[in-house]
């Protein structure tokens, strides 16, 4: 494994954008590993409706950034109390969706701690009950990234006041339920300890050793920190891709199962659909755009939009939710 050096970088849109950066130009054969902090900001899922997961007046009043990642998933909080690991690897194989593979060093690192940390969900790491960290993943044919955050101290009010929370996900609207949900590392520790530390905690844990003179090293150049400053520039950086857009739909229709919420949206017009969007926390390992081209124009019944699906494999779009059961969130 190669540890990548983010240069103490604070900022939501540029440190996602040099973990792109990594995982698209970077094409060793070894993993690599990258940590960073952000300063206050909502991390928003690739498939999620942006406007509908925070609190938009208590975003601006507070300053806290906005920015949609390109793993699937649901909105997460960052702060500088919270810290962010994340491993990209040429070896896919069956790793997607096995986050355990790829949380079990930060687990072990987390007891030897006291935490009573334990992987649980399908994307948590829990303590005594209470979400510590939520995990992501993101793959192509022949690479893949999974990232999680570490609430180590982060100002939980924020959390509850920032984001909204939805029906079926939590006991209630209210703050009182997400609030319980989650918890700060720091709650379980008998000594104090910072963002660094922790860190290098984990360095230690997978390397052996602290000293970066012995840490293998994935080195980045200007000409790399250029290529990290232009996928800013056009994706990160931009309210297009953050927001996107929420286009008009005369049917909506929502279900959360196991494996993540979809929330379907479609126009339909003269008996077709005119147009389709996919919402949702689920996570899949392809685009869903993809789906939603192959249903555009499409006849609004049952039969037309099952041989239009003919023998697609939608569980590389939405995890593991049965076809059908995606079939009857689509068919009227």
């Known amino acids: 494994m190669l540890l990548v050096d983010n240069r103490g970088i604070t900022d939501a849109h540029r440190n996602l954008a040099l973990e792109e950066y990594v995982f698209r130009h970077k094409l060793v054969d070894d993993d690599v590993l990258l940590f960073y902090v952000n300063a206050p900001a909502i991390i928003v899922g690739r498939n999620q409706n942006t406007i509908e ?7 601006e009043e507070r300053g806290i950034a906005v920015v949609r990642r390109i793993s699937g998933g649901g909105a997460v909080y960052h702060d500088l109390g919270n810290l962010n690991f ?3 690897t040429p070896h896919v194989g069956d790793r997607f969706n096995r986050y355990d593979h790829f949380t079990r060093p930060v687990i072990e690192v987390l007891r030897e701690l006291g935490v009573p940390a334990e992987f649980s969900g399908r994307n948590d790491i829990l303590a005594d009950g209470r979400k510590i ?4 993943q993101f793959a192509s044919p022949h690479r893949m990234f999974s990232h999680g955050t570490l609430l180590l101290d982060s100002n939980l009010d924020d959390v509850t006041a920032a984001l909204r929370p939805k029906p079926g996900k939590v006991e209630s609207k209210g703050v009182k339920s997400i609030r319980s949900r989650v918890a700060n590392i720091a709650e379980f520790l008998a000594e104090p300890l910072d963002v660094d530390e922790l860190r290098e905690r984990i360095v230690e844990r997978i390397f052996g050793t602290r000293d970066r003179s012995k840490v293998p090293m994935l080195a980045l150049d200007d000409a790399d920190w250029e290529g990290v400053q232009a996928m800013m520039d056009r994706r990160y950086g931009t309210r297009a891709w953050n927001y996107g857009e929420n286009p008009p739909s005369n049917v909506q229709r929502t279900q959360r199962f196991p494996a993540g919420e979809i929330d379907v949206r479609l126009d339909v017009k003269n008996g077709q659909i005119a147009s389709i969007r996919f919402f949702g926390d689920y996570m899949g390992r392809v685009d869903v755009g993809e789906l939603e081209t192959l249903l555009t124009g499409v006849e609004y019944d049952r039969g037309p939009i099952a041989a239009a699906l003919g023998d697609t494999p939608l569980a590389d779009y939405f995890g593991d939710i049965p076809a059908n059961a995606v079939l ?5």
């Open 53 to 59: 997961e925070i609190n938009s007046a208590i975003v």
């Open 86 to 88: 994340s491993i990209t």
């Open 133 to 136: 960290s939520g995990n992501a």
């Open 328 to 332: 009857d969130l689509l068919t009227p």
